[in-house]
């Protein structure tokens, strides 16, 4: 967002998110949007064969996510998806990490078992599609 | 009398090069090594360097040390620290640079593999699938959950829709290694009425070429992408990388 489209952008993005979760259940990180810091998953970090640099760069990003306690994080990125994912794993697991279109259609109820990959326990089940 | 001041011999062929190939000259010169760009740069402390430290190096002529550090490889590029930086140095664009002055096998093997891999096909898959590889997978997920979905019998996911108002793309790693991850994207489209297609042609929407810092591949994987997307006469590209 902070390379092409800017704020405008991600505010439409922080629409969608609390339309599909609910306003009460989105909580943005510290910074955010254009202050944010980069997760470094982008730039080839992930196939660039410095693992261990890689995940040093983004304990910052780890730090932000785990500092607001959210269960879930929203990556509609690929890259970030990777890497946040990565993250999460080398930290027992400590959040789930879903792609946005996932979470839009478990809102719509339209969330099929197989796509189900990067749910939760606590959502595998919610809004099967179809109902049994 | 204190010490005498430094005084510097080496001149940076380097720095004055970037220089001349950026727009106002990155304004690589205007650093007031406030460090504000450090402060919040994820990648500050790795392999000892950090941006602010990278941008006086060159300036100071270090060209060996800053050509040699595999620090470059470990920015991300993500350009907060221009977005931070009271003078607007183009630190990232500094960094491509010292990136192509690597040769290019000593390049990382992983983004180098990445890149020679999606120049083997029209696909600009770096992960190899092929054009045939690519309608197997998609043609097999649809029907697929086109009989196990109800709702979604109807649903389409077309390939080489010539005139199509969204060509859409994918990274390699859905259709080769989750397909089911296709299916919700594909859902959306669906229930928007969204007049959409991929093409066999240029659907990878990797380009590791661009993180290898080399130019003309970079340009020939996007040249293939754009005539793709030409060909199918189709108004918007949405890349969703």
Known sequence: ?132 | MGEPAIKITGKSVFMDKVKDLLPEGGNLNLCLTCGACSSGCPATGLEGMDPRKFLRMAALGMDEEISSTPWVWMCSMCTRCVYVCPMKINIPQLIFHARKTWPRDQRPKGILGSCDMALRSDTCSAMGATEEDFQFVVEDVLSEYQEAQPEFAEMQAPLNKVGAEFYLNQNSREPVTEPDEMVPLWKILHLVGADWTYGTKGWAAENYCLFLADDENWEKIVRTKVKAVEDLKCKVWLNTE
């Open chain 1, 1 to 132: 967002m902070r390379k092409s489209f800017g704020d405008p952008v991600a505010d439409d993005l922080r629409f969608v998110v609390k339309t599909v979760v609910g306003e009460e259940n989105f909580i943005d990180m510290a910074p955010n949007k254009s202050n944010n810091y980069c997760c470094g998953g982008g730039g080839g970090y992930l196939q660039s064969g410095y693992t261990d640099a890689r995940r040093a760069y983004g304990s910052l990003k780890a730090e932000q996510i785990l500092a607001t306690g959210a269960a879930y994080c929203i990556t509609p990125c690929h890259n970030c998806h990777a890497q946040v994912h990565d993250l999460s794993e080398i930290r027992e697991h400590a959040w789930q990490t879903v792609h946005l279109w996932t979470i839009i259609c478990l809102a719509l109820g339209i969330l099929g078992e197989n796509e189900r990959e990067y749910l939760g326990d606590d959502l595998k089940e919610v809004l099967m599609y179809p109902a049994e």
